[in-house]
C-alpha cells in the first residue's frame, strides 16, 4: 500500500530552469494538493483539485502550474524557477466532500541555486 | 477565509510535563480541524479532527484537543511528553467544501530530560 508518493526526492536547479514535480495517490481519492512548506511559515498551499479536470489556485500560485492527469495523479511544473522557490514540497491527497484527513507523501526537497 | 494560528513557533517541555500547544481559528461557521504531526524528514501524519459530534477529541499517542467555540481554540494537550513526541505539530483547518485545507505555521515541541 503506497499511499502518496512523490518524485524526486531531492532537486537541485539553477535559476531559470524548469521541472516537474510528480505525485501519485492509489487510494482512489477525488482531492489532491500540493503544498510548500518553508521554516517558520507552517504548509502553504500552492494548488488542489477537488476532481479529475478540475484545478484551483491556493495561497501562493505565482511561478506554479500544475495537471491533474487522471484520478491518480497530479504535478507540479516550474516553469523558470526562482531562489525563492526553494523549498520542501509536499503532495497530499484526500476525499472530497467529506470531513476526511489528507494523506501526505514524504516530500521533495528543491534547491534552486 | 478559513484560517488557523497557532500560539509560540517552539515550545520546550521535560519529559513527563503537561504538552500545551494553541490553536486559534477564524470563522463564520462551525469549522473542521485537525491537528498533524511531523517527525523530522518526514511527511504529515494526522494526531485527530474535530467532527463536530465531540468536544473533547482524543487522537493517537496520547494527545487530545478540546474544541472551544467561545475562545474559538483548538488547544492540543497530553499530560505526560515523552521523548519520543519531539516533533513539529500543525493545526489545520477545512473550509465548508472540505476542498481546502488550510495550515497554520506550525509549533516545533523539544522535549527535554
Known amino acids: 500500500n503506497a499511499g502518496v508518493t512523490q518524485t524526486p526526492k531531492f532537486q537541485v536547479l539553477k535559476t531559470g530552469q524548469s521541472m516537474t514535480l510528480q505525485c501519485a495517490q492509489d487510494m482512489n481519492h477525488n482531492s489532491m494538493y500540493w503544498y510548500r512548506q518553508d521554516p517558520g511559515m507552517g504548509l502553504r498551499l500552492i494548488y488542489y483539485s477537488a476532481s479529475e479536470g478540475t484545478t484551483d489556485k491556493g495561497e501562493v500560485p505565482n511561478g506554479y502550474n500544475v495537471s491533474r492527469l487522471n484520478k491518480r495523479e497530479f504535478s507540479l511544473r516550474l516553469e523558470s524557477a526562482a531562489p525563492s522557490q526553494t523549498s520542501v514540497y509536499f503532495c497530499a491527497s484526500r476525499k472530497t466532500g467529506e470531513n476526511t484527513e489528507a494523506f501526505f507523501g514524504q516530500g521533495t526537497r528543491l534547491t534552486v541555486v | 477565509a478559513q484560517s488557523v494560528t497557532q500560539l509560540g513557533s517552539h515550545v520546550s517541555v521535560s519529559e513527563g510535563a503537561l504538552v500545551l500547544l494553541r490553536c486559534n481559528y477564524s470563522?463564520?461557521?462551525?469549522?473542521?480541524l485537525f491537528w498533524y504531526v511531523q517527525y523530522p524528514n518526514q511527511g504529515l501524519q494526522l494526531l485527530l479532527k474535530y467532527t463536530s459530534a465531540a468536544t473533547l477529541v482524543k487522537g493517537i499517542n496520547g494527545f487530545e484537543a478540546e474544541f472551544k467555540k467561545s475562545e474559538t481554540s483548538f488547544h492540543l494537550t497530553k499530560p505526560s511528553a515523552h521523548m519520543s513526541d519531539a516533533a513539529e505539530y500543525f493545526c489545520a483547518v477545512s473550509d465548508d467544501s472540505y476542498n481546502k485545507l488550510i495550515f497554520g505555521a506550525g509549533t516545533r515541541l523539544a522535549v527535554h530530560p
Open positions: 470563522s463564520s461557521v462551525p469549522p473542521y
